[in-house]
């Protein structure tokens, strides 16, 4: 089975739109899906009765959360449907998203980069404005010569040009299973897997997105391992944005065996 639990859209960052991504998935021969863009289940939207020729699409949302000071991103599946009241935390999510980007865009200029927030829409396609935006228009403008030279000089989270979004983890992991989903922690970070894993568990965190393509074969098997060790879900997905250079993946490296636990969930 060919599966890829974390795949971005328009509706975020992501190059391609939600049917160009269901079509890639099909011709890729993937099995099944899921469309997980930063904070927003908006793609869902456009491919309501697409035809899928067999392929399952996992509803979701990568949801960005905070703990200790630090950018987590929780990535939330639902089963039955998306509720009005997750969609009211979205919403209220979506127009934080937009006063942090604004608040950034106030600190660049101390850096000598005018930018302004209607520029800035001319990059986002969708509902979900972020920085990968903001570093396209930096290097359309000519402030840098690349998108990583954007973030490595402006926008990564060290620096705190853009603030960080401040809810908590507990409250992402509640809104999910209020709605009835299964809250996996995204391409969780090395440097902090061991010592935020206690607090996310003791928050009801279901499990962790173990193999993707940030991972060594020797850290994804480490981290589901792990996830074995305390009885958690172990997930797959590339987090693939079709940026330039940046190749479909036909297949997320997995082992089946531990990752039908979760997929079982949603048949």
């Known amino acids: 089975m060919k599966i890829d639990l974390h795949l971005h859209t ?16 099909r011709d890729n021969g993937l099995d099944v899906i899921s469309l997980t863009d930063h904070d927003t289940t908006g793609a869902y939207q456009d491919i309501d009765g697409i ?44 127009a934080e998203r937009i006063s942090r980007i604004k608040e950034g865009l106030n600190n660049l200029r101390k850096h000598n ?11 986002n396609k969708g509902e979900s404005v972020g920085r990968n935006h903001l570093a396209n228009l930096m290097v359309a403008r000519g402030y840098t ?3 990583k030279e954007s973030f490595g000089l402006y926008l990564k989270d060290e620096l705190n040009i853009i603030p960080r979004l401040l809810t908590p983890v ?27 894993l206690p607090a996310f ?3 009801g965190l279901d499990g962790i997105e173990a193999f993707n393509y940030r991972k060594t074969t020797v850290f994804a098997h480490y981290y589901a391992d792990t996830a074995m060790k305390y009885n958690l879900l172990i ?3 590339s987090d693939w944005h079709g940026f ?23 048949n």
Do not use: M
């Not at 980069?113 to 990059?123: A, Q, R, V």
């Not at 507990?170 to 935020?196: D, L, M, S, T």
């Open 201 to 203: 568990i003791e928050c």
């Open 10 to 25: 328009t509706y975020s960052d992501g190059v391609y739109s939600p049917e160009d991504v269901v079509k890639l998935s």
């Open 235 to 237: 997930s797959a997905g």
């Open 170 to 196: 507990k409250e992402v992991v509640e809104i999910i299973h209020q709605n009835e989903g299964v809250a996996i922690w995204a391409h969780p970070p090395r440097k902090f897997f061991e010592g935020f």
């Open 145 to 147: 010569t690349s998108v």
């Open 113 to 123: 980069i005018n930018l302004s927030y209607d520029e800035l829409n001319e990059f």
């Open 244 to 266: 330039e250079g940046e190749i479909f993946p036909d297949k997320v490296f997995y082992q089946e065996e531990i990752t039908d636990k979760f997929i079982n969930l949603f």
């Open 51 to 94: 035809e899928t020729n067999g392929l399952k699409i996992i509803r979701g949302a990568e949801i960005t959360a905070n703990h200790a000071g630090n950018e987590i991103h929780i990535l939330g599946y639902f089963k039955n449907g998306l509720s009005d009241r997750l969609q009211d935390f979205l919403n209220n999510t979506q």
